[in-house]
């Protein structure tokens, strides 16, 4: 009950059809080498000449690619169990778990050798294999050669149960290496060969084959046939992926244990991290992987150290549960690996802002700026300061002594004196301030309109006066305008006359009078003319009162 509520993710299997077919074997370029003394019986030989066997075969462990022999003599005497590890537990991975239903005798086999190696008894020997909750096609029945061990629970159960077995002393070694050892004892063969699952959605017939070591992926490819051409190839599992760049320059290992061929990733385009935590919900180790990946992402090592990093499995499980899609596992190797390097962190951090920073421009190829004026800043002359005028205030400046060739300066008055004249000579000494004076100094002529050449035509002057006429006419205020403007001499009075009269105009008289009951609009009274002249105001008439009027009443009356 405690594996099942283990946590994890619960990937589709996807092993069919290829843990149902037949394994196939490459014989090409398969060496058969009988270097090995011939053993018939298992009882006669001793542990020490099977660790013996082990290396001369040069057998290694498809789990982590150790040397056999290397595991057999550091275990010998301090295991309390040894197990088969078929634990084949991620999607289209079935290379170990094949050989305990076709291959069974020589996993059996190589498994009693490992025990007597390790000094382990026949009740602590097993085989572990991975009962997945989804699929119960497949059966696996326990003999009296080998007892079955069925691991139920969540992905990475592999990688947990290894963990287990070395806080319980129980050691275990891939089903692969079981066969090489057995054929090494009782066949005198050396390990030549591995056994590899060759699937994806780009393999038309999946299925388990021996291939030979050192042969090219694309040849492996090209020997199981491919439906379309694979746009991703990857080894050992879709969620521990080892990306293949190159399939020419890639070669079949002793701890490759898949090879998958897809037409498309099954990860989309990363996005960026929406800190959902779906990370941490999955962690077998229940390690901060949100914290890990940003620590790692900026090389704060000294967060690495206290958050645990060194427990992480890069099982791939938080890649796999991460909504954005973000390649984790990659960037908790980095730190993994840049913590292990022993480096300081100032160390890092200078390196990390070097590489942040951007590389300065070239000097000569940078383009010369050019202001507003679109001149170049070599091409502007320098400013005329105090110390280069060595002239007294008032003279005339040189081209020598100003630095380039500058307008002349105009003397300072006679009739001026006292703090004008500092005033005058301050401002002589910037450019804008010589550019003021001269302008006041000289000021431009007013434009005054020439009297009329009595030569002009008199024919010209009529249709002119007529063309004013006109004008007036239409328009009582542009005649104004015109008035006064082709007139300078005319006086404010004739002006303002001319403006009354036109305002004096009565309009002309409506045709169109209400008829009937129809209410008539009252005519606005015409303006009055306005005069020039100032009228005085009048005095106030002060009326008497009622008081006074009856006494002059009785004065009036008396005799």
Known sequence: MISILRRGIKPEQKKEPALNRDIQVFTENVAISRLIPETKDIDSISPEKIIEIARIAEIADELDGKPLWEKLESS??????????????????????????????????????????????????????????????????????????RLNGKYPIDLAEREKGERSGVLYIGAGAMVHLHRAVFEMRRQTTAFVTLAGDCVSAPFNAELPLGMPLKRALEFCGLSEEPTYICTNGSLTASPVLDPESAFVEVDTKAILAFHRYDHAQPAPCIGCGRCMEVCPQQLPVFYLYQASLHKQLSLLRRMGYERCYECGACTYACPSHLDLVPMLRQGKELVSAGLPEDLIQQSRETQEQPEPAQEAEAPEEVNAAGTPPSEVPEPVTVEDVKEPVGAVPTPESAGG???????????????????????????????????????????????????????????????????????????????????????????????????????????????????????????????????????????????????????????
């Open 76 to 149: 010998r005497g301090k295991a309390s169990g040894v197990a088969a590890d078929a634990l084949d537990d991620e999607p289209y991975l079935s290379s170990r778990l094949v050989l305990i239903l076709q291959r069974r005798e020589d996993v059996a086999s190589g498994l009693r050798l490992c025990g007597k190696a390790l000094g382990v008894e026949a009740d602590k020997q097993f085989a572990a294999v991975f009962h997945s909750l989804i699929a119960f096609s497949t059966k696996i029945p326990d003999g009296e050669d080998m007892r079955i061990r």
């Open 405 to 559: 060739e500058q307008e002349p300066v105009p003397a300072v008055p006679e009739e001026v004196g006292g703090e004008e004249a500092e005033e005058i000579a301050a401002m002589r000494e910037t450019q804008f301030g010589r550019e003021v004076l001269s302008t006041a100094e000289n000021p431009e002529p007013e434009e005054t309109e020439q009297p009329p050449d009595k030569d002009i035509d008199r024919d010209q002057m009529k249709k002119r006066s007529k063309k004013r006429q006109s004008e007036k006419k239409q328009s009582p205020e542009k005649g104004e305008r015109a008035a006064s403007e082709t007139s300078p001499r005319a006086s404010q009075k004739d002006v303002e006359s001319a403006a009354g009269a036109a305002r004096t105009r009565k309009a002309p008289a409506r045709k169109d009078a209400p008829s009937g009951g129809a209410k008539a609009t009252p005519k606005k009274a015409a303006a009055r003319p306005v005069s020039s002249r100032k009228v005085a105001p009048k005095a106030p008439v002060k009326r008497p009162s009622r008081g006074t009027q009856a006494k002059e009443k009785q004065e009036v009356k008396k005799p």
